[in-house]
């Protein structure tokens, strides 16, 4: 069984920063793309970082600058650096994944169980 973990959230002053960790474990084969997602209260869930396997980076416009995602392939991980944290940036943050395991014909969809960050004064 394949399970994403993540860690690292948080309440943070504007401004701030957070890094996010999302480590895959089980009978992993191989892992694809690797994303983070956000879901603020009331609205909708938004892809905020997308990362290629061959390192490709995407990022929405309104964290574009302010955020990083890198990934360690060695170790099955992903991350979320997050400088200058806003208000805004509340929500809950979800790790995503495309991941075969050893006998899987093609990759499959996993979520990680989110972690909550809180940009507050």
């Known amino acids: 069984q394949v399970q994403l973990v993540e860690s690292g959230g948080g309440l943070v002053q504007p401004g701030g920063s957070l890094r996010l960790s999302c480590a895959a474990s089980?009978?992993?084969?191989?892992?694809?793309?690797l994303a983070w997602y956000r879901q603020a209260p009331g609205k909708e869930r938004e892809l905020v970082a997308h990362i290629t396997s061959g390192g490709t980076t995407n990022y929405a416009a309104s964290v574009k600058g302010r955020f990083t995602i890198s990934r360690d392939n060695a170790k099955n991980t992903a991350y979320l650096q997050m400088d200058s944290l806003k208000p805004e940036d509340t929500a809950v943050y979800y790790c995503?994944?495309?991941?075969?395991?050893?006998?899987?014909?093609?990759?499959?969809?996993?979520w990680g169980q989110g972690t909550q960050v809180t940009v507050s004064s």
């Open positions: 995503n994944a495309v991941i075969a395991r050893y006998g899987d014909y093609v990759g499959r969809n996993y």
């Open positions: 089980g009978s992993i084969l191989s892992i694809n793309g």
